[in-house]
């Protein structure tokens, strides 16, 4: 009986441990399960916001695309033919200011003014008084508001007036611009061309890109990209290397595309034709056998026109 009650004592106890350890175990199932629903909502939460800036991001995406469609080449165009305007504008209006600091100077001294490089008394004169500079202030004022006929005009008044003036070679620029604008590309590019005869002109880099877009413009693709590549050697600091870059990119991809379809309209016409007679129910005939394809039809890259 001693043994017996010792017995039943231990599994008393035992019972009594054990059901303390599943409580605890329960107790920690239910503390891990609360972590777990609360990282869940936490993780959901994180969820949601990251899609919420995933539509954000989209929303901004479709605005900035439609933002970008609005700004077209010819736009660009335009803002860079104001910004040559106001180049302009602001170096004529810079030499006028220091000619104007200059007088009392020059009237003055008892012995010769100095002057800043490049500046003399005749150019003084000639900014102050002269009619090199009004004329030319007024063509550009006519080109700005598009009356490019009366432009040109102004322009070779200025020519004939001062054949050895300062503004001489920019003369004949804007005349190129103003055939430009008016997509008159054949007298544009006679002008253009003379304009690169000027030793020192300051449009040179801009006349050839002028020259390259005029022949893309009037078909002439071979020359368009020889003009390109004479732009990227002879002025390879120019910022329209980019642009060139660009184009002879452009052209070479067309040339390429116009050399498989030229392999490839053979070979559709014959099918099509096969069809035709197929439907008809006449004996297709024999077609002439063509020369196989060379390698002529897609050109390696010359070096002249590799990217930089």
């Not at 055939?179 to 061309?193: G, S």
């Not at 990209?225 to 732009?231: I, M, P």
């Not at 024999?286 to 990217?307: D, L, R």
């Amino acid at each position: 009986m001693q043994k017996l009650a010792i017995i039943l004592l231990c599994l008393l106890v035992s019972t009594s441990f054990a059901g303390r350890r599943a409580r605890a175990m329960q107790q920690e199932i239910a503390a891990l399960r609360d972590s777990t629903n609360a990282s869940l909502a936490e993780i959901d939460a994180r969820i949601s916001e990251i899609e919420e800036r995933q539509r954000q991001f989209a929303l901004n995406q479709e605005r900035f695309d439609i933002m970008l469609n609005d700004v077209s080449p010819t736009r660009l165009e335009e803002f860079e033919i104001q910004l040559a305007y106001l180049t302009e504008a602001f170096r004529d209006l810079f030499t006028s200011v220091r000619g104007l600091q200059l007088i009392p100077i020059i009237q003055q001294a008892q012995r010769t003014a100095p002057r800043p490089p490049g500046f003399t008394l005749s150019d003084a004169t000639l900014t102050l008084g002269g009619n090199e500079f009004a004329l030319y202030s007024r063509a550009l004022n006519s080109f700005r508001n598009r009356f490019f006929r009366e432009s040109r005009q102004i322009m070779r008044e200025l020519i004939v007036a001062f054949p050895n003036g300062r503004y001489f070679d920019r003369a004949h620029f804007w005349i190129a611009e103003s055939y430009f604008q008016q997509r008159n590309y054949v007298q544009a590019l006679k002008y253009y061309q003379v304009v690169l005869n000027f030793a020192g002109t300051s449009k040179a880099d801009d006349a050839q890109y002028r020259i390259a877009i005029c022949y893309l413009m009037l078909g002439e693709h071979e020359m368009a990209q020889q003009e390109f590549t004479r732009l990227i050697h002879r002025f390879p600091a120019s910022r329209f290397i980019p642009r060139a870059t660009e184009a002879l990119r452009q052209l070479k991809i067309q040339r390429n595309n116009e050399a498989i379809r030229a392999v490839q309209e053979p070979e559709q016409q014959a099918r099509n034709q096969t069809q035709t007679q197929a439907q008809t129910g006449a004996t297709p005939a024999q077609p002439a056998q063509e020369a196989i394809p060379t390698a002529k039809f897609m050109p390696e890259p010359q070096e002249s026109e590799k990217e930089e």
